[in-house]
């Protein structure tokens, strides 16, 4: 990657598919999890053969979560709310998920957990035993 916080659509999908391909740099995450990258993260964590489809699954609640955490400072409620429709019209049951605990952490704003929603803790709940 050229520039880590200034990514170009196509160098992170070259780099979702590398799967040996190291991480481009610390908070990597945060410069993806942007509105403006949203179609790519829906895609991509969706992608059953994307090698890091977790990690656009992160970036997902990432969007959300900062965005409650900063009361709408960093990300509008209207953008995070028109995300989670378009998260919900993807019918994949991860992103459901997230569908269902994003509106439920937008309307219940004292309910979020950073560990959970800006960390890896979201990832847990997919992970088979």
């Given at each position: 990657?050229?520039?880590?916080?200034?990514?170009?659509?196509?160098?992170?999908?070259?780099?979702?598919?590398?799967?040996?391909?190291?991480?481009?740099?610390?908070?990597?995450?945060?410069?993806?999890?942007?509105?403006?990258?949203a179609d790519l993260i829906i895609e991509l964590s969706c992608?059953?053969?994307?090698?890091?489809?977790?990690?656009?699954?992160?970036?997902?609640?990432?969007?959300?979560?900062?965005?409650?955490m900063t009361e709408y400072e960093t990300r509008s409620k209207?953008?995070?709310?028109?995300?989670?429709?378009?998260?919900?019209?993807?019918?994949?049951?991860?992103?459901?998920?997230?569908?269902?605990?994003?509106?439920?952490?937008?309307?219940?704003?004292?309910?979020?957990?950073?560990?959970?929603?800006?960390?890896?803790?979201?990832?847990?709940?997919?992970?088979?035993?």
């Amino acid at each position: 990657m050229q520039e880590q916080w200034k990514p170009q659509m196509e160098e992170i999908r070259a780099w979702a598919f590398e799967s040996d391909s190291p991480w481009p740099g610390q908070d990597f995450d945060l410069s993806v999890a942007e509105l403006h990258f949203a179609d790519l993260i829906i895609e991509l964590s969706c992608d059953a053969s994307c090698p890091k489809k977790d990690f656009f699954l992160s970036c997902a609640y990432i969007i959300v979560g900062d965005a409650v955490m900063t009361e709408y400072e960093t990300r509008s409620k209207a953008g995070v709310e028109q995300f989670l429709q378009q998260i919900k019209a993807t019918n994949n049951e991860r992103l459901l998920t997230l569908y269902k605990l994003g509106t439920k952490l937008v309307a219940t704003p004292s309910s979020f957990d950073y560990d959970f929603w800006c960390g890896e803790g979201c990832l847990a709940q997919y992970k088979v035993s």
